[in-house]
Nanobody, 116 residues
Framework: QVQLVESGGGLVQAGGSLRLSCATS????????MGWYREAPGKQRELVAT???????KYGDSVKGRFTISRDNAKNTAYLQMNSLKPEDTAVYYC??????????WGQGTQVTVSS
């Protein structure tokens, strides 16, 4: 059974930092593209960042230069370091593991709230 468990969310003041973790089990972690997405109230889920099996990364325009995605294949865990947080970063953050259309998994989400 595949499981993705996010942690590290919380309440932080603008300008602060948080580090999200996504611990996985039940999948070939090193082969998956790992991603972070977020969903704010009244908005569609949007890409935050992805990292593929080779370590190449992509970022949403709104987080470039502030957020860093990484992975530890030995721990089957992906991370999202978020710096210089803004109130508009407030959202539920979801971890995603993608291998193919038949192996596409989501975590339950973790709330990030940035106060002004």
């Amino acid at each position: 059974q595949v499981q993705l468990v996010e942690s590290g969310g919380g309440l932080v003041q603008a300008g602060g930092s948080l580090r999200l973790s996504c611990a996985t089990s039940g999948l070939m972690f090193s082969s998956n593209t790992m991603g972070w997405y977020r969903e704010a109230p009244g908005k569609q889920r949007e890409l935050v960042a992805t990292i593929n099996s080779g370590g190449s990364t992509k970022y949403g325009d709104s987080v470039k230069g502030r957020f860093t995605i990484s992975r530890d294949n030995a721990k089957n865990t992906a991370y999202l370091q978020m710096n210089s947080l803004k109130p508009e970063d407030t959202a539920v953050y979801y971890c995603n593991a993608y291998l193919n259309v038949h192996a596409n998994y989501w975590g339950q989400g973790t709330q990030v709230t940035v106060s002004s």
